[in-house]
Every structure is written in structure tokens, then in C-alpha cells.
């Protein structure tokens, strides 16, 4: 079963545009993962966060985590052509390693 | 370095045929695990082997079932297959606890 929804579901911006997708979860985590894939095929990791971290960045990317909500947000900052794909949220609990994921962004940067 | 790579890419069996998927980590990878995406959904855990040890299972049937060999490399089995089980079937690899790194993926579509 899913985790938890990410929203929105479909996302449409212009290039050079931010944008910004939403997870939400269920149960206590270990930490919360997001990946990318483009057209159906392998996911890429792009960033972790762990469960005592509220915010991390990488090159454009800036993620951060609420545990009192469970909820956390991916904003892609300046976006490119390149950005569109499907961006997924995982959880991993405390004592396994299995990557729970959510339903999925679908994202689309109109050049 | 290559990789997570597997084989088949696509595949079309029908109903009741029985399939083998394979996956080969990214060398030092001791950790394999798979997943099922369903079209327009998130991965869902199947399976997890880490030395040749089962080390987690999702909400699957016993018509799936998986091993991994001496050097890593890894098998998923499906019996009786059903429409169901139309998807894209994915490896991932890690190191003992790390992130996960997905393979392309294998398509099968069950007629």
C-alpha cells in the first residue's frame, strides 16, 4: 500500500518558473527520500532528508520535513526543460530499509 | 561504473505463463531489492535480499518469490501470472543501509 498522497498530482509551470510538490505520510519515519523518473523508467534518488533534519538543499533542489505533520515539500528552483519527469516521495521506517512510496508528482516545464 | 542493469526490458507473456526477472547490482552492492509499479501509481516493495537472505517482504502473493546468488545478483519469479501483473517491475541496490539505486526496469504486459 501507498504511504501517504503527494499533491499535486499534475503540475504545469514555465521554465525558469519554481516549483514546489508536497508529501504527506502516515506512520513515524526514519527518514524520507525523493526520487525522479522520467517516461516510466528507472527512478533516480535526488535527496534524503532524516527525521531530526527540518530542511537540506542540494544544487536546486530544497526539501524539508515536518514530523509533527507528517508532511514534507520538494521546491526545484529556476526550473529547466530537463526538470520534467514524475517526482516520488519515499519513507523508510525504523528498522527495515523498504522505500514506501507516495502517488506521485507529474511535472511538465513548458520552455 | 555500471549500473543496476536488467533483463528482460520489455516482455508479453499471457495469463498462467510463469516469468523470470533479472537483476544484476552495481558491483560491491550487497543489498537487492524489488519493486512493482503499477501504470500511474507509486513502486510498491516486493522483496528484499541482502546476502542471499530474504530480509523483507511486501503484501504480495506466494505466486511471487525472488532469491539472489553468490554474486549478488538477483531473480524475481512470478507463477500463474494474472492481467494483474501488468507493470513495470523494478531492482534497486544499495549498500548495507544506504540509498537505493533503481535499475531501468523490466515491462511486462500480461494478455
Known amino acids: 500500500s501507498q504511504q501517504g498522497e503527494e499533491d499535486p498530482q499534475a503540475l504545469s509551470i514555465q521554465e525558469g518558473e519554481n516549483a514546489t510538490m508536497n508529501c504527506s505520510y502516515k506512520t513515524s519515519i526514519n527518514n524520507l527520500q525523493w526520487y525522479r523518473q522520467n517516461s516510466g523508467r528507472g527512478l533516480v534518488h535526488l535527496i534524503l532528508i532524516r527525521s531530526n533534519e527540518r530542511e537540506k538543499h542540494s544544487g536546486r533542489l530544497r526539501v524539508t520535513l515536518d514530523t509533527s505533520k507528517k508532511s514534507s515539500s520538494l521546491l526545484i528552483t529556476a526550473s529547466r526543460a530537463a526538470d520534467t519527469a514524475s517526482y516520488f516521495c519515499a519513507t523508510v521506517n525504523f528498522g527495515n530499509e523498504k522505500l514506501t512510496f507516495g502517488t506521485g508528482t507529474r511535472l511538465t516545464i513548458i520552455p | 561504473d555500471a549500473g543496476v542493469t536488467q533483463s528482460p526490458t520489455h516482455l508479453i507473456k499471457t495469463r498462467g505463463q510463469q516469468v523470470t526477472l533479472r537483476c544484476s547490482p552495481i558491483?560491491?552492492?550487497?543489498?537487492v531489492s524489488w519493486y512493482q509499479q503499477v501504470l500511474g501509481q507509486g513502486p510498491q516493495f516486493i522483496f528484499q535480499?541482502?546476502?542471499?537472505?530474504?530480509?523483507g517482504r511486501g503484501n504480495f502473493p506466494d505466486r511471487f518469490s525472488a532469491r539472489q546468488f553468490p554474486n549478488y545478483s538477483s531473480e524475481l519469479n512470478v507463477n500463474a501470472l494474472l492481467l494483474g501483473d501488468s507493470a513495470l517491475y523494478l531492482c534497486?541496490?544499495?549498500?548495507?543501509?544506504?540509498?537505493?539505486?533503481f535499475g531501468p526496469g523490466t515491462r511486462l504486459l500480461v494478455l
Open positions: 534497486a541496490s544499495s549498500l548495507a543501509s544506504g540509498t537505493a539505486n
Open positions: 535480499y541482502y546476502e542471499k537472505e530474504e530480509r
Open positions: 558491483s560491491g552492492h550487497k543489498s
